[in-house]
């Protein structure tokens, strides 16, 4: 199986495009099992945050993978696959790898370095695990990825200035100490709004949501004052700053609302839903700053060098990770071809005892010692040389070279595959049995 990503990003397509293939809980969970039971596809994960919807899979053909994958986003998206696909970008085998660690440790988010992105990684392989539709290879995967997000962070000061979206965001609209501020939404966007606020010294924060008891649990939480979501008119004309980040799929705050409420004062609004909560109009009312999420791309949450020096952590962890992929992908062969021994060893031992049944148990077990001592003596240096050779980026074609020499059939080799992990091939059953060691 190969790794498969298809996906579409702030990178890919503008805001316009993004609100159209955003996706709720409920829409990625249906988009992952569809992709799932697909016939080309083994596995699979969605990762859909407010820039970006990716989808990860393994498959074992490339071009039908991509077919299906691409087919069922446009059908959950509701986006018809030609206005999509221009949009979509494809990375396969390494590049996937390799896109994945980049999304984990903050470079591809549209503020560079931010760090929620590593938290919605990890919800992405949790959710994944709930359903069922990731098994090994993308669990292997996507825990690697969040080691390395772990890492980047840890070396590097990729995320030292703590920047989010929010946190940018606010900055842009003019900061928000001393301001009145009022959160729409009772998300994960505005838990992190409502705690950078109240940190930050915000005069007061007001969080209005259209299920009331989400917007008290939020500020019983963090803080701040719930209020129904029709109170948010006059909540308006209160406020000083709003942050607008429902799930809705159509505008909550219109051009008129925010001009009743702004009235020629100063007024920042920051829009950081997707679909857009704010009508694109206010923009154009006197006194008023609106900034969306298109205004944040490629904001900088580190110095060039942090970014350098993860982007070098990127490479070398995507290097070690394929090499890891590379040496289990000879094991099954190894033990194919030690098994196939075993059984060859046990074939002849068996026509001895037909042949020579004079034998005493003493001379019985000399023999079947020394004839398995030289078996493995012949294939020590080939088995243990291939597993070394077997990270190189060429070392997969020593397996095959080893399969063709003792004409191994791959469905033995899948075989072993199917029933043995790659991390257990040190020994096969039956060399547990005659070494004298444990059961398998």
Same mark, same amino acid.
């Given at each position: 199986? &190969? ?40 596995? +699979? ?37 030609? /206005? ?48 069922? %539709? ?14 390395? !997000? ?8 990729? /995320? ?9 965001? @606010? ?10 501020? @009022? ?54 004309? /209160?406020? #000083? ?12 705050? &219109? *051009? ?23 009508? =694109? ?7 008023? %700053? ?7 791309? $490629?904001?900088?949450? !580190? &110095?060039?060098?942090?970014? #350098? ?33 075993? *059984?060859?060893?046990? &074939? ?33 240096? =080939? ?11 060429? $070392? ?8 063709? @020499?003792?004409?191994? #059939? ?6 072993? %595959?199917?029933?043995? +992990? =790659? ?18």
């Amino acid at each position: 199986m &190969s790794y498969l990503v298809v996906g579409i990003s702030h990178r890919s397509a503008d805001i316009n495009v993004l609100e159209r293939v955003a996706l709720d809980a409920d829409a990625a969970t249906k988009l992952a099992l569809a992709v799932k039971h697909t016939p080309a596809v083994a596995e +699979s994960a969605v990762i859909a945050t407010c820039n970006r919807t990716e989808v990860y899979a393994t498959v074992d053909r490339f071009h039908a993978g991509m077919d299906e994958v691409t087919a069922i986003l446009s059908d959950v998206t509701g986006v018809p696959l030609l /206005d999509l696909a221009e949009h979509l970008y494809v990375h396969f085998e390494e590049g996937s790898v390799a896109h994945l660690f980049q999304v984990a440790v903050g470079l591809d988010s549209m503020v560079v370095g931010e760090s929620q992105i590593l938290g919605q990684v990890k919800e992405t392989l949790r959710v994944g695990q709930d359903l069922e %539709t990731i098994g090994t290879e993308l669990n292997a995967l996507f825990q690697h990825a969040l080691r390395v !997000g772990k890492r980047a962070r840890t070396e590097t000061g990729i /995320d030292s200035a703590g920047r989010s979206v929010v946190s940018a965001g @606010l900055e842009a609209v003019g900061g928000f100490e001393g301001r009145r501020a @009022l959160i729409v939404g009772a998300g994960s966007m505005a838990s992190l709004a409502a705690q950078t606020l109240i940190n930050g010294g915000a005069k007061s924060v007001t969080i209005a949501n259209r299920n009331y008891d989400r917007a008290v649990a939020l500020t019983d939480r963090i803080g701040g004052t719930p209020i129904h979501l029709a109170d948010v008119p006059d909540a308006l004309r /209160d406020a #000083d700053l709003i942050v607008s980040c429902t799930g809705a799929r159509g505008v909550v705050l &219109s *051009e008129e609302m925010i001009r009743n409420a702004s009235d020629g004062r100063p007024l920042g609004v920051l829009d950081v839903a997707l679909p857009r909560d704010v009508a =694109p109009e206010a923009a154009r009312i006197p006194g008023v %700053t609106l900034v969306t999420l298109a205004d944040l791309a $490629g904001t900088a949450g !580190g &110095s060039e060098a942090d970014i #350098d020096e993860v982007r070098r952590i990127v490479g070398e962890e995507t290097g070690a990770f394929e090499a890891t992929r590379r040496a289990a992908s000879v094991a099954p062969t190894v033990v194919a071809l030690r098994t196939m021994a075993t *059984e060859l060893v046990d &074939s002849e031992l068996a026509r001895l005892d037909r042949r020579l049944p004079g034998l005493d148990e003493q001379q019985r077990h000399e023999v079947a010692w020394t004839i398995r001592r030289v078996v493995d003596k012949l294939l020590h240096n =080939p088995t243990v040389r291939v597993k070394e050779l077997g990270g190189d980026p060429g $070392g997969p074609t020593y397996a095959d070279a080893l399969r063709e @020499l003792f004409a191994l #059939d791959q469905a033995t080799v899948d075989a072993v %595959t199917a029933v043995k +992990s =790659p991390e257990d091939t040190s020994k096969t059953p039956a060399d547990a049995r005659h070494a004298g060691g444990e059961q398998a």
